[in-house]
């Protein structure tokens, strides 16, 4: 009786005993099996073939046999040999193949350093998986990351369970003196003494539990330390901030990390914050953030829980159940790519999703690359072909040749990799100014980055060598040698597919950059309802400058250049300060706040917004000053539409940031903050004696005089005070600023992968132009002419390219279509710009191959075809 | 030295395929052992003798034709090696000079 062993034995067998004896050891173990069988019964059969192969387990500890050959040490030298030739001999190829992938490589190295540089950050803090910020669930998909000032000290005072806590806050535009030494200084940071307990800054000289327990001390950074003291340890010396308060120096810290979310030069405490009269005590308004330390063993959500209901509900109507529904502690470790963090200018999403796509951008270059050299050496097979099937001749499987293909690949990808390292060490500083990064050339010596090296160089080898060793090893070694066989010709189809979708990805790239820089430059030029131009701001930071303001503004005027002069508690470009309204009949299910800035006269007039209804601030209404808890608003059109819908908001009571009274204006909409966010409610107060920033709007006439000029009055008056001044517009630049460099980094990509593209599109016209070298020249002896000729070599290329665009379009309508999405105010970009990216791909591929084909064509048929 | 010692069992198994010759395979070598020895193995238990053996030297082996027996799997066929020959013969000389060292009185009855 026959009866077929199940095939898990033939591999049982085969993984036990080598492949050599495998065969033998199946068929004497199957014949034993069927004799049994029809003797003893099925059942016994197999209890004797489990038997039997329980006994083959000795073969375990036996060395086995693979094959008969025995000479691949010798043949790997050989290979490696054979390997170099090939680069040597075929120079324009390799060229391609090197160039591309060197660049592929360099690309997706840049990017490694890049991702990995954002992955480090705050790492260095020791205790980082004990920390946490405190944030608010408002419901939806943002958290809210900024807390009360009160909420920190209820913490320490109700909840045990959390070791320390410490509330951040940074502050901008402070003066720092030491004798003769006086400075602006813009990177301070006010924390709670807790503060360098929890996050791991080195302590050069100082006590860090200690250091600021008394309201009068700050601890410096080292450079900061050398600049007002020199060399001598400013431990125990004063140093005096803002012209009146002394601090005294009770810590030296090594500077702050590059790769540290907190930024500071010099950090000083809230309770100094108090005195200084910048305290804002409320359980309203968000100011700052607060961080805690838990242990681990202390179970996060409960004490969440506990926090938010213990202390947070019921203390204002903002915490209610309605707008908060959780507190969560966020980690530290990952806040930093996670978390939607609120910066005053609206929401502005993090870094993870910024990783993702620098991540894909690399692996899409790496792959363009790696097409060019798969497309090369399967075209060019035909050149080898005979050599392959010499060596099957003579005794290579598959396996050897095979691994002879990916070996060279791999020595390729080992050479690109130099160039790339090259590269990489030679455009790190223009990469950095791209991205915004300060990576260091010696952080190519990390042992991650080797790690990245190394991974990227056997990816690249395998992935690009993985197709041509597996075509060119199935030849047929008969077939090839006899000469009927045309190597080539058989892979042109996946070579078609490969060479559309590298077009396809750089026309998507190209679709890309087009569509940020179009977005950007809407961006920057869409009016915003008020006149951002030639607008500049002043800080106006210590009380004597805020008194000088009035003479300041009315010497200013004398100047027929400036416009007009205003102040504001906020800069236009950054108001950030908001809370809920109250007014008659407000709909209780209506929870978003209004932002308010609180502003002196001239505002509307300076930043040329004009009152569409009812009237501007003036001094003829006293009333309109809010002083005294009172005051007149002037709101914009949204807040006046919610106020109202359907009516008239005019001369309604509203109640707003301490302040109750008439709507006597009505403003439309206009842009407070990013595009990227709709129109928010705003209502202005009347409020001169609030006001830390001059805004002054000039002439178009020659600005840097009259800035000159500006700084004459002001140091005229103001001697003690260092002038400092920025324009409004700039500001908003620094808004788009990351949209802006995924647009200069999408378009360096797109030109590479554009170049790259077309290198190999260059070596398979050169191919091809010479393959049918033949073909053409008898097209030629019956008569076509050169300009037909051309055009049947062009057209099978220029055919791929138009193909691309198929996958290309939807691919780039739609990711494009997506970064859109997140611009509140968008371009919408219809087909030009996808047809400006097809042409764009189509001229470049045709300049690729148009020298390659006109060569072919106008060459002389004798020449082709004298040896036939 | 133990490269070349030829065990008993090993003995028994290079004899057997001497005797088949020409057909001497895996499960030829394991009925003969059973009919001539009354020695009862596993076929496992050969391989791993003509494993050893060939390590050694004393067998050489190679794949016989396909025929469509045994699921179409080829037998795999051994034969004594000269070195192999030579182990057996000194085998037999050592075993035929201990027979004539015996005292005669010895195996008396």
């Not at chain 1, 954002?118 to 990351?145: C, K, P, W």
């Not at chain 1, 400013?234 to 002394?246: A, F, R, S, V, W």
């Not at chain 1, 179970?299 to 202390?311: D, F, G, M, Q, Y």
């Not at chain 1, 008194?547 to 503004?553: F, G, I, Q, R, V």
Request: aromatic share 12%; net charge neutral; hydrophobic share 40%.
């Amino acid at each position: 009786m026959k009866k077929e062993l199940p095939s898990w034995v033939e591999w049982l067998i085969r993984n036990l005993c080598g492949s050599y004896l495998a065969e033998g050891i199946q068929g004497d173990i199957q014949q034993n099996f069927e004799d049994r069988n029809t003797r003893l019964g099925n059942t016994r059969a197999r209890l004797w073939l489990y038997l039997e192969l329980g006994g083959l387990l000795r073969f375990i500890f036996y060395k086995k046999e693979k094959g008969k050959y025995k000479n691949s040490n010798i043949m790997f030298k050989e290979y490696f040999k054979i390997g170099l030739r090939v680069i040597v001999r075929n120079k324009v190829y390799s060229f391609i193949n090197l160039f591309g992938l060197g660049a592929g490589m360099a690309c997706s190295l840049l990017i490694y350093l890049w991702v990995q540089d954002e992955m480090s950050f705050d790492r260095f803090h020791e205790q980082i998986d004990e920390l946490y910020s405190v944030e608010f669930d408002q419901g939806n998909v943002q958290t809210f990351a900024s807390t009360a000032s009160e909420l920190a000290p209820a913490i320490k005072a109700q909840i045990p369970e959390i070791d320390m806590v410490s509330r951040y806050r940074t502050y901008s535009r402070l003066i720092l003196q030491k004798e003769q030494n006086i400075f602006h200084e813009n990177r301070a940071t006010v924390v709670d003494s807790d503060f360098f307990n929890m996050f791991s800054f080195e302590f050069l000289e100082g006590d860090k539990s200690t250091a600021l327990d008394d309201p009068y001390s700050t601890v410096l950074t080292q450079s900061l330390a050398k600049k007002y003291f020199g060399e001598n340890s400013p431990i125990g010396e004063t140093i005096k901030l803002n012209n009146e308060h002394l601090l005294t120096v009770r810590g030296v810290i090594a500077d702050v990390p590059v790769n540290s979310s907190f930024q500071f030069d010099f950090a000083f405490s809230f309770e100094l914050l108090k005195i200084m009269g910048q305290y804002t005590e409320s359980w309203s308004s968000v100011w700052l953030q607060t961080y805690v330390k838990i242990n681990p063993d202390v179970n996060i959500e409960a004490t969440a829980e506990k926090v938010l209901e213990t202390i947070v509900r019921g203390k204002h109507n903002r915490w209610d159940e309605e707008s908060v529904k959780a507190l969560i502690f966020n980690p530290f470790k990952t806040k930093r790519l996670k978390s939607y963090a609120y910066t005053g200018s609206g929401f502005e999403q993090k870094n993870l999703q910024t990783i993702y796509t620098f991540s894909g951008l690399g692996l899409l270059i790496l792959f363009i690359a790696c097409i060019n050299f798969m497309n090369l050496a399967t075209a060019r097979s035909a050149k080898r072909a005979k050599e392959i099937g010499m060596r099957k001749v003579v005794g290579a499987v598959k396996g050897n040749i095979r691994s002879q293909f990916l070996g060279e690949s791999l020595l390729q990808t080992c050479f690109a990799l130099i160039l790339a390292l090259f590269l990489v060490s030679i455009l790190l500083g223009p990469f950095n100014q791209l991205a915004g990064k300060s990576v260091q050339l010696d952080q190519l010596l990390s042992r991650g980055f080797l790690i990245g090296v190394v991974g990227v160089t056997l990816l690249v080898a395998f992935v690009a060598g993985s197709y041509p060793a597996l075509y060119l090893s199935s030849f047929q070694p008969l077939k090839v040698l006899k000469g009927h066989f045309r190597a080539g010709m058989k892979s042109a189809t996946f070579r078609k597919v490969l060479v559309v979708v590298q077009f396809g990805l750089s026309i998507f790239l190209i679709i890309g950059t087009l569509v940020i820089y179009a977005q950007m430059k809407f961006v920057r030029e869409k009016d915003l309802g008020y006149d951002k131009e030639q607008l500049i701001y002043v800080g106006l930071i210590h009380e004597d400058t805020r008194e000088a303001y009035n003479s300041l503004k009315t010497r200013w005027l004398s100047n027929p250049e400036i416009r007009n002069v205003t102040a504001s508690q906020l800069r236009p470009s950054r108001v950030g300060n908001s809370s809920t309204g109250y007014w008659e009949g407000k709909d209780p299910e209506d929870y978003s706040d209004v932002y308010h800035n609180r502003v002196s006269l001239d505002f509307l007039e300076t930043l040329g917004i004009e009152i569409s209804e009812g009237r501007d601030f003036s001094p003829e209404y006293p009333s309109d000053n809010a002083n005294d808890q009172s005051g007149g608003f002037i709101i914009n059109r949204q807040l006046a539409d919610r106020m109202n819908p359907g009516g008239n908001a005019m001369g309604m009571n509203l109640k707003l940031g301490g302040s109750e009274g008439p709507v006597i204006g009505i403003m439309p909409n206009f842009h407070f903050s990013s595009l990227k966010v709709d129109i928010q409610s705003i209502a202005f107060m009347l409020h001169p004696d609030v006001k830390s920033y001059a805004l002054i709007k000039l002439n178009s006439g020659n600005i840097r005089e009259t800035i000159t000029d500006l700084e004459e009055t002001w140091l005229d008056q103001l001697p003690d005070y260092p002038f400092e001044y920025h324009f409004l517009d700039e500001d908003f630049e620094r808004m788009y600023r990351s949209d802006e460099q995924l647009g200069n980094l999408l378009g360096t990509f797109s030109i590479l992968a554009i170049v790259i593209a077309s290198l190999g599109l260059f070596g398979l016209a050169s191919f091809t132009a010479e393959e049918r070298r033949k073909e053409v020249a008898i097209r030629k002896v019956l008569g076509a002419s050169i300009s037909r000729v051309t055009y049947l070599l062009c057209k099978d290329f220029l055919i791929l390219v138009v193909l691309a665009n198929l996958f290309a379009w939807p691919l780039g309508k739609w990711i494009m279509g997506d970064w859109l999405d997140s611009f509140a105010y968008r371009i919408d970009f219809g087909i030009g710009v996808f047809l400006l990216a097809a042409g764009l791909a189509l001229v470049i591929a045709l300049l690729t191959i148009i020298f390659q084909t006109l060569r072919t064509a106008v060459s002389n048929p004798v020449v082709a075809l004298k040896y036939e | 030295m133990k490269g070349d010692h030829l065990g008993e069992f090993e003995e028994l198994v290079l004899l057997t395929i001497a005797v088949l010759f020409d057909d001497s395979y895996g499960i030829g070598i394991q009925h003969e052992l059973k009919e001539r020895c009354g020695r009862g193995v596993t076929i496992s238990t050969v391989h791993a003798a003509l494993y050893r053996l060939k390590k050694k030297g004393f067998v050489d082996s190679r794949y016989g034709e396909v025929t469509p027996e045994r699921g179409g799997k080829r037998k795999l066929l051994f034969r004594v090696t000269k070195s192999g020959e030579a182990a057996l013969k000194k085998s037999k000389e050592m075993r035929n000079g201990l027979w004539q060292a015996i005292p005669k009185l010895a195996f008396d009855n």
